[in-house]
């Protein structure tokens, strides 16, 4: 008799979960997402028993997701120049501190309305601090051809909890107390640290020290500014959100609507919504196969749009919960397909800062959304609102039709070898700086058109490696020669753009070389700042420590 369960396993879906580190961090993240759940159902509940105030009550989930606005591009720096796994085990641990201290409080009976919301914002920096880095790690543990089933299973997780989360604390808020929620989170946390404490990372070699707090925000931001595809996303995932918020911002309003609807009717309704994206992901390996990233973002933008419209002119269970499922097939599967995006245009040095920057538009896009169409319901009505936000999701998608997600093949980012700096003359402090690298080329003048879009490239190449600044200037008294400049913050920094190399660059350096001119390669020279004045200074510290070969500096 064949083994269900073994056939289930055998599913190209569920191949990531194959793999013991991948299966490990991902029950890891599935108690993460269960904790998140679970506590603001009962941190929302025990408010309603601490006062009777609209606006406290209201603010528990202001205090829970508050902390991602303030922490996202900090956590994603984090993420990317800490050890990956200790900061995310760490990010559990605080989470079952914070959940523990509730429990004793709550058993106590010494939580206040004030206490739990300090608490709440305290537990939403824990939970704030381990998505960036969650979504940093996944690609280091998965093979590439396996990456988007494995961030489906990351959506499943995510599902899993939206359903059974509410539901497990409802039943222990009846029967025993929030203390009993609490102490549930704090045993969760926990086994997620000890599932990520065991996992043995793969260290990432370095012979430069680490970088600087501030600095790492500055890169992070400004490689996701130089990138057009991370761009795209980001507005796509703000404008998705920004459409989807009014479905489940208004649901609780959506369910009073239906005959005998209420707490059930509304906890039927999230499980629908979460038991379609589980459903779709297990289903992504074919469909991927068949259909792109454009399309997946097209058609589940509509069906969501009609859908939410479907659920809001036709208040009845028979009708809305099979809607609530193809709305929650729709969710996940543009959901999904964004992140996956987000995930492939990122290289591995920078991948949590740029998902904390991802993480941000989603909130930016359901907090705003969620304020408007709120609004719009106070004004007219909730399916009025719904029926609004629909259009609007589908207007946005056809006036920014031409942002793709698809871009056709995607970069190859594996780095490459670092290679030593030969030709200088003294030694350079690692904070010393700025340092200004000029590069020479010689172009043919019928080469010119493909030589500058080349160089728009290389700008945006330089400036996403973290140089502070980039030109391009012609040679007024001769023809055809050209010279590149780029200015690093300091030495150490100029150092690690040359581990930041990837395949994708080097495919670049091939087309400038491609069409310089001349016996020669390209000449490098790099300038360290000269401090003026000072009686240490190095002699000649302000001529070039550097020149001749421009292999190691990857013209």
Known sequence: MPNPLAGLMSSPALAPLRERVFRGLWLAWLAANLTMWMHDVSAAWLMTQLTDSAVMVALVSSASTLPVFLLGIASGALADIVDRRLFFAATQLWVSVVALLLALLALAGGL??????????????????????????????????????????????????????????????????????????????AIGFWLIWRWKAEPRPSTLPGERFVGAMRVGVQHVWQSPRMRIVILRVALFFFQASALLALLPLLARRIEGGGAGMYTLMMAALGLGGITAALQFPKLRARYGRDEFVRVGTMTLAVMACVVAALPTPWVALPAMMLAGVAWISTANTLMMSAQLALPNWVRARGMSIVQMALMGGTAGGAALWGQVASLSSVPTAVVAASLAGVLLLFVTRRASVGWGADEDFSPQPVRSLEGVVFDVRPDEGPVMVTIEYRVDDADADAFARVMRATRRARLRQGALSWGLFRDASQHGRYVEYFVDENWVEHLRRHERFTAADHGLRAKRLALHRGSEP?????????????????PGSAAPVGGGDAAPENP
Do not use: M, Y
Not at 172 to 183: D, I, Q, R
Not at 530 to 537: F, N, R, S
């Open 112 to 189: 206040t309305a004030q206490l739990l919301l300090v608490l709440t914002f305290v537990n939403g920096i824990g939970l704030a601090l381990r998505w960036p880095v969650f979504a940093a790690i996944v690609p280091d543990v998965v093979p590439k051809p396996h990456l988007p089933e494995a961030l489906a299973l990351g959506a499943i997780s995510a599902n899993l909890s939206r359903v059974i989360g509410p539901v497990v604390a409802g039943a222990l808020l009846a029967f025993s107390g929030p203390a009993a929620v609490f102490t549930l989170n704090a045993l969760l946390a």
């Open 522 to 538: 390209p000449r490098v020279q790099r300038f360290v700042a000269a401090a003026l004045g000072a009686p240490d200074a190095p």
